[in-house]
């Protein structure tokens, strides 16, 4: 049996979450990660940590203190200043070797799964892949993640007991983040970060990001199937008028008709809306995984055996052709 | 300079329209289900052909898994790869990603001198997007991962690379050798080339490595070299609704609709 760099008996009782940075502050899924730590470590005991690594990035500390680390170890560094994977690899693996935490947890982000996936190699432990739910077993000082299988049908419990650190990268969405605490503070650990420019091997020669757009936080949203036939623009349309985002199932998004981002689902993204508007949805349970958390669920397909209208809460057996035009309409009316 | 060497890392899984578990077992049910190659795994082999369009390369493709794969897989030397190599052994059976990227990083040093890698985003089945990281880290070579497009400057010895990422894109340069995951669906894998059937399906003589024809040691491949452990499975729950149907012509039920958006959102 491969044994992992440190024992499970040598790890500290911590719980270790790595803060993405994001514009002024950290991406969404560390927030609420930060929130749903805080709350397993109060139940176990434990220590909650934030690790950050950056190039200036000391006052965003109080932040991570603020959404309820106890401690943030600080790694600042210049070579740090881009995620490069091996230049951010390097200096965690720095930082777990001295902390030696029994759990370490990631957004499972395009960077969050980059820097999971070498770090599970080069620590020789186990690693559960976008999750959707954590649990802290505190009398075996293990960690339980959830995942969901086999296209949605099934939740798998996933765990790896004899290694350390126990690792999951969790699916943005699927934890609520608390509002700051600004009284709250925190102990900040520097690290001195050994880093050569020879260990960063990619450069990003440019990036475009345009209006990034993040359907998790969207209290409404507009979702079209193969039912609305291509038509997004009546989608774009009608969520401007209830200020809301347009999602979508695959085939849309495989046909080109909208962009990979808005995929909603399995595969896609999982949003917690207050209301989510179906219009053309059959209802695959790997489509229902991506909106089954709205508060409410309004469904619109002509055929009435439609998996959806099991999922939902009011149910329209209509074209969505009719209904749309129909409900744009009425509030625009509304409206004036 | 030599050509490129490029090896495209796939897998079989179960067709995901045919996916049924067993309500019992709470498994997958075998029986029936047809297999496919993992879609992610075409758009990885299609961008490893089309730099081949461009340029003197050599593609292998490397697979883990038990012997039904061979004739499957047998589509990519259709498409335009020149070898196949296949690690079958029971005693990699039930390897999760630490111990799968292990033995495929060991197979990769068999096969020697490689440039790049290319795999899929994510498996259809398992669905971690771990093995690139993964290999990656093995191998002890850069990654870019989410790719839609790449250029190689073989001279320089560096990739030039497209990344996804949230919000728009980003143009990476890596070293190589670099192992590189492909963003599902950022090309259109091409049809197999009629040519090369008779050789790819008969003659094509496919390299199957079992445990000892690698150098690997014991206790990192297989369910051995597996820590993650799979400690229950439920159905999910489904929540209860509502169900209520709102009646009525299109304009009735838009006012219906519009009635309980407001008193959701205010």
Same mark, same amino acid.
């Given at each position: 049996?491969?044994?992992?760099?440190?024992?499970?008996?040598?790890?500290?009782?911590?719980?270790?979450?790595?803060?993405?940075?994001?514009?002024?502050?950290?991406?969404?899924?560390?927030?609420?990660?930060?929130?749903?730590?805080?709350?397993?470590?109060?139940?176990?005991?434990?220590?909650?940590?934030?690790?950050?690594?950056?190039?200036?990035?000391?006052?965003?500390?109080?932040?991570?203190?603020?959404?309820?680390?106890?401690?943030?170890?600080?790694?600042?560094?210049?070579?740090?200043?881009?995620?490069?994977?091996?230049?951010?690899?390097?200096?965690?693996?720095?930082?777990?070797?001295?902390?030696?935490?029994?759990?370490?947890?990631?957004?499972?982000?395009?960077?969050?799964?980059?820097?999971?996936?070498?770090?599970?190699?080069?620590?020789?432990?186990?690693?559960?892949?976008?999750?959707?739910?954590?649990?802290?077993?505190?009398?075996?000082? #293990? !960690? @339980?993640?959830?995942?969901? &299988?086999?296209? +949605?049908?099934?939740?798998? %419990?996933? $765990?790896? =007991?004899?290694?350390?650190?126990?690792?999951?990268?969790?699916?943005?969405?699927?934890?609520?983040?608390?509002?700051?605490?600004?009284?709250?503070?925190?102990?900040?650990?520097?690290?001195?970060?050994?880093?050569?420019?020879?260990?960063?091997?990619?450069?990003?020669?440019?990036?475009?990001?345009?209006?990034?757009?993040?359907?998790?936080?969207?209290? #409404? !949203? @507009?979702?079209?199937?193969? &039912?609305?036939? +291509?038509?997004?623009?009546? %989608?774009? $349309?009608? =969520?401007?008028?209830?200020?809301?985002?347009?999602?979508?199932?695959?085939?849309?998004?495989?046909?080109?008709?909208?962009?990979?981002?808005?995929?909603?689902?399995?595969?896609?993204?999982?949003?917690?809306?207050?209301?989510?508007?179906?219009?053309?949805?059959?209802?695959?349970?790997?489509?229902?995984?991506?909106?089954?958390?709205?508060?409410?669920?309004?469904? @619109?397909?002509?055929?009435?055996?439609?998996?959806?209208?099991?999922?939902?809460?009011?149910?329209?057996?209509?074209?969505?052709?009719?209904?749309?035009?129909?409900?744009?309409?009425?509030?625009?009316?509304?409206?004036? | 300079?030599?050509?490129?060497?490029?090896?495209?890392?796939?897998?079989?899984?179960?067709?995901?329209?045919?996916?049924?578990?067993?309500?019992?077992?709470?498994?997958?049910?075998?029986?029936?289900?047809?297999?496919?190659?993992?879609?992610?795994?075409?758009?990885?082999?299609?961008?490893?052909?089309?730099?081949?369009?461009?340029?003197?390369?050599?593609?292998?493709?490397?697979?883990?898994?038990?012997?039904?794969?061979?004739?499957?897989?047998?589509?990519?030397?259709?498409?335009?790869?020149?070898?196949?190599?296949?690690?079958?052994?029971?005693?990699?059976?039930?390897?999760?990603?630490?111990?799968?990227?292990?033995?495929?990083?060991?197979?990769?040093?068999?096969?020697?001198?490689?440039?790049?890698?290319?795999?899929?985003?994510?498996?259809?089945?398992?669905?971690?997007?771990?093995?690139?990281?993964?290999?990656?880290?093995?191998?002890?070579?850069?990654?870019?991962?989410?790719?839609?497009?790449?250029?190689?400057?073989?001279?320089?010895?560096?990739?030039?690379?497209?990344?996804?990422?949230?919000?728009?894109?980003?143009?990476?340069?890596?070293?190589?050798?670099?192992?590189?995951?492909?963003?599902?669906?950022?090309?259109?894998?091409?049809?197999?080339?009629?040519?090369?059937?008779?050789?790819?399906?008969?003659?094509?003589?496919?390299?199957?490595?079992?445990?000892?024809?690698?150098?690997?040691?014991?206790?990192?491949?297989?369910?051995?070299?597996?820590?993650?452990?799979?400690?229950?499975?439920?159905?999910?729950?489904?929540?209860?609704?509502?169900?209520?149907?709102?009646?009525?012509?299109?304009?009735?039920?838009?006012?219906?609709?519009?009635?309980?958006?407001?008193?959701?959102?205010?």
């Amino acid at each position: 049996m491969v044994a992992s760099l440190y024992a499970p008996s040598e790890a500290n009782k911590a719980l270790w979450v790595f803060l993405e940075i994001e514009g002024d502050g950290f991406a969404s899924v560390s927030v609420e990660l930060l929130s749903k730590g805080r709350d397993l470590a109060d139940r176990a005991g434990w220590t909650l940590c934030g690790l950050l690594l950056g190039s200036d990035i000391s006052d965003r500390a109080n932040q991570a203190f603020q959404y309820g680390a106890d401690e943030v170890w600080l790694l600042d560094h210049p070579l740090l200043a881009q995620f490069d994977v091996c230049g951010y690899s390097h200096a965690t693996m720095q930082a777990i070797k001295e902390g030696k935490p029994s759990v370490f947890l990631l957004g499972a982000t395009a960077n969050g799964r980059d820097l999971a996936g070498r770090l599970a190699v080069r620590l020789r432990t186990g690693l559960n892949a976008d999750c959707t739910d954590l649990i802290l077993d505190e009398d075996r000082a #293990v !960690l @339980i993640s959830e995942v969901t &299988g086999f296209g +949605g049908g099934v939740i798998a %419990l996933l $765990e790896s =007991a004899e290694h350390c650190p126990q690792m999951s990268t969790v699916r943005p969405g699927v934890f609520i983040a608390n509002d700051p605490d600004p009284s709250r503070q925190g102990d900040l650990v520097e690290m001195k970060v050994n880093l050569k420019k020879a260990e960063i091997r990619s450069r990003i020669v440019a990036r475009h990001v345009g209006e990034g757009v993040d359907l998790t936080q969207a209290p #409404v !949203l @507009i979702c079209g199937g193969r &039912g609305i036939d +291509g038509d997004f623009e009546s %989608l774009r $349309e009608l =969520a401007a008028l209830v200020d809301g985002e347009v999602g979508a199932t695959r085939p849309p998004v495989d046909e080109g008709h909208i962009d990979r981002e808005r995929q909603v689902g399995q595969t896609g993204i999982v949003c917690r809306p207050k209301v989510a508007l179906n219009f053309g949805i059959s209802g695959a349970f790997h489509f229902i995984v991506g909106i089954q958390d709205a508060e409410t669920i309004i469904a @619109i397909n002509t055929d009435p055996e439609a998996p959806i209208f099991n999922h939902a809460d009011y149910c329209i057996v209509e074209n969505a052709h009719k209904i749309l035009p129909a409900l744009i309409k009425t509030l625009k009316t509304e409206r004036e | 300079m030599s050509d490129l060497e490029i090896v495209v890392c796939m897998k079989v899984v179960p067709k995901s329209e045919e996916i049924r578990v067993d309500k019992e077992s709470l498994l997958l049910e075998r029986t029936g289900v047809r297999s496919e190659i993992n879609p992610p795994d075409m758009n990885a082999l299609e961008m490893a052909l089309l730099l081949k369009d461009d340029q003197p390369a050599r593609i292998s493709i490397l697979s883990m898994g038990p012997p039904f794969f061979e004739p499957i897989l047998r589509v990519g030397l259709a498409m335009g790869a020149e070898r196949f190599f296949l690690m079958s052994d029971r005693e990699f059976a039930g390897a999760d990603t630490l111990a799968t990227t292990y033995t495929l990083a060991q197979g990769i040093e068999k096969i020697g001198d490689i440039d790049l890698i290319f795999c899929g985003e994510e498996s259809a089945d398992g669905a971690t997007g771990q093995v690139p990281p993964g290999l990656a880290e093995w191998l002890d070579t850069p990654q870019v991962t989410l790719a839609t497009e790449l250029t190689v400057d073989r001279k320089k010895r560096i990739a030039r690379v497209r990344r996804e990422i949230k919000g728009g894109h980003e143009i990476q340069e890596v070293d190589l050798p670099a192992v590189i995951s492909v963003k599902t669906a950022s090309n259109e894998p091409r049809f197999i080339d009629y040519h090369r059937k008779p050789w790819a399906f008969e003659e094509a003589k496919v390299v199957i490595w079992g445990h000892d024809d690698v150098d690997v040691e014991d206790g990192y491949i297989g369910l051995r070299g597996s820590p993650t452990v799979v400690s229950g499975l439920r159905e999910a729950e489904v929540r209860e609704r509502r169900k209520e149907f709102l009646r009525g012509s299109p304009e009735e039920v838009a006012k219906e609709i519009a009635k309980r958006l407001q008193g959701i959102l205010t």
